[in-house]
């Protein structure tokens, strides 16, 4: 009877541990499963291929092929032009094309890649235009499970300056959504600027390099 109560006391005992302890995704460690069956291979290939041909995409600066997030399957980064890295990023997930718009609406905005966190620094606005002052529009993405996700976005509403020589008052800044104050504002902007200055981006091929898209990418089997 002492052995079958003991026993039970441990099977109890077991069970318990493995309900608290905790999994992959909460101690924030993402699990990238490989690239599983070829229909999913032919699936982005296919994917790729077509949305490169109805967006035509020879009128812009470049792209870049790669398993930049670990997840098996490779991303697609499109590059607008030579000046930004301006652009978009497909990706698949449960075998669904994806994208993240990556387009940079200003003329000192730019595309940032930090490899060693597996993160994306995207300033898409910074500047002011006759009257207005220090509007800017900064963002975080990292890789999930479940895609690119946003963790950090850092906008200033326009302020106002009337005599546009620099001397007007900001706008109202956020911080993940949440008003804050200039000074804390300013902290955080300084850091996202570090990011996008520490970040790289990627060697680009030439569209017009490639006469055919689906030919191209069967070289990622």
Known sequence: MKNITFIILLCLLLSACSINEPSEIETGEYYNP?????????????????????????????????DINSDGIPELVIRYNDFTNSGEILYFVDN????????????????????????IVFLQWYGHTQGTFGSVDFYLYEWTPNGYSEITSVIRESGYDP??????????????????????????LAGMYALLEESTWFLMTDFDEVEDYSDYFLQWN
């Not at 690239?35 to 792209?63: I, R």
């Not at 669904?96 to 993160?119: A, F, H, M, P, R």
């Open 163 to 188: 005599h546009n020589d620099g001397s007007g008052e900001y706008g109202q800044g956020y911080i993940n959504g949440e008003k804050v104050d200039l000074e804390e504002f300013e902290i955080v």
């Open 96 to 119: 669904k094309l994806q994208t993240l718009d990556l387009c940079v609406v200003s003329d000192w905005g730019n595309v940032g890649y930090l490899e060693e966190i597996n993160q």
């Open 34 to 66: 490989p690239m599983s069956a070829d229909s999913t291979k032919s699936n982005w290939q296919e994917a790729y291929a077509d949305y490169l041909n109805k967006g035509n995409y020879k009128d812009y600066y470049g792209f870049y092929i790669g």
